[in-house]
């Protein structure tokens, strides 16, 4: 899962961000209005955590304009807890609000709430052959048996999972599973599918992962013929 953080108190960003990180989510920080909508318009993000008091352009009018383009899930910091201030921000288009101070779990709780909205058709149990994930319990299956995977080894499992049979190159993994601050060598998805094969596929007849050769990788039940 990938999420946009707007926040331009330094303190505040980075404890959502290290939070965010550790609980396996890439997390790309943006510190002004401006740079917000930019990296919201420009990457797919699975939900966004917008400041209202923000420079250059307040959240509001973030909000105002992302609403025109896109209807990724939008999750208000403020301050100010006034009923005005809410309306706003509702008919502005968010989907949530949270007051500063606010304890990290319940950013966390919110967030994972948001992901479950219809408006994103997500799925909470994904399929692919005899693998199973339950993705609200953070639980995968294979052959009944249960696997366990790291944060980052379970989001990239998620994503093939929600992409069956799909190739899916290296870049469109690192841009999903990992943000922009990445530019480490594109071996990591190599190694981390590495990881994931191991776990899912070593000691069952059937191999679910497959290389296709010079491009990236799918996750199906069929053999591969790349
Ligand atoms: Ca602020």
Same mark, same amino acid.
């Given at each position: 899962m990938r999420v946009l953080v707007i926040e331009d108190e330094p303190g505040i960003?980075?404890?959502?961000?290290?939070? !965010?990180?550790?609980?396996?989510?890439?997390?790309?920080?943006?510190?002004?209005?401006?740079?917000?909508?930019?990296?919201? *318009?420009?990457?797919?993000?699975d939900v966004i955590v917008l400041d209202i008091m923000l420079p250059q352009m307040d959240g509001l009018q973030?909000?105002?304009?992302? $609403?025109? +383009?896109? /209807?990724? %899930? &939008?999750? !208000?910091?403020?301050?100010?807890?006034?009923?005005?201030?809410?309306? /706003?921000? *509702?008919?502005?288009?968010?989907?949530?609000?949270?007051?500063?101070?606010?304890?990290? %779990?319940?950013? *966390?709780?919110?967030? +994972?709430? *948001?992901?479950?909205? %219809?408006? !994103?058709?997500?799925?909470?149990? !994904?399929? &692919?052959?005899?693998?199973?994930?339950? &993705?609200?319990? $953070?639980?995968?299956?294979?052959?009944? /048996?249960?696997?366990?995977?790291? %944060? +980052?080894?379970f989001s990239l499992l998620e994503y093939l999972m929600r992409h069956p049979r799909q190739v899916l190159t290296r870049s469109q993994i690192t841009e999903r599973i990992w943000n922009f601050d990445f530019y480490g060598d594109s071996n990591v998805v190599d190694v981390y599918i590495g990881y994931l094969r191991r776990k899912i596929d070593n000691g069952f007849d059937r191999p679910l992962l497959h290389t296709v050769r010079g491009v990236g990788y799918r996750l199906s039940a069929e053999q591969s013929d790349g």
């Open positions: 960003a980075q404890f959502i961000r290290q939070g !965010l990180n550790e609980a396996g989510y890439a997390v790309d920080v943006a510190s002004d209005g401006q740079a917000g909508l930019n990296y919201a *318009l420009a990457a797919e993000y973030v909000l105002r304009q992302m $609403r025109s +383009r896109i /209807k990724t %899930p &939008v999750l !208000l910091l403020t301050a100010r807890d006034t009923v005005e201030d809410r309306v /706003k921000g *509702l008919d502005a288009g968010a989907d949530d609000y949270l007051f500063k101070p606010f304890a990290f %779990p319940e950013l *966390l709780a919110r967030l +994972r709430a *948001l992901l479950r909205r %219809p408006p !994103l058709q997500l799925d909470t149990i !994904l399929q &692919v052959a005899d693998l199973e994930m339950d &993705v609200a319990n $953070r639980e995968v299956r294979r052959a009944g /048996k249960s696997i366990e995977l790291s %944060p +980052r080894e």
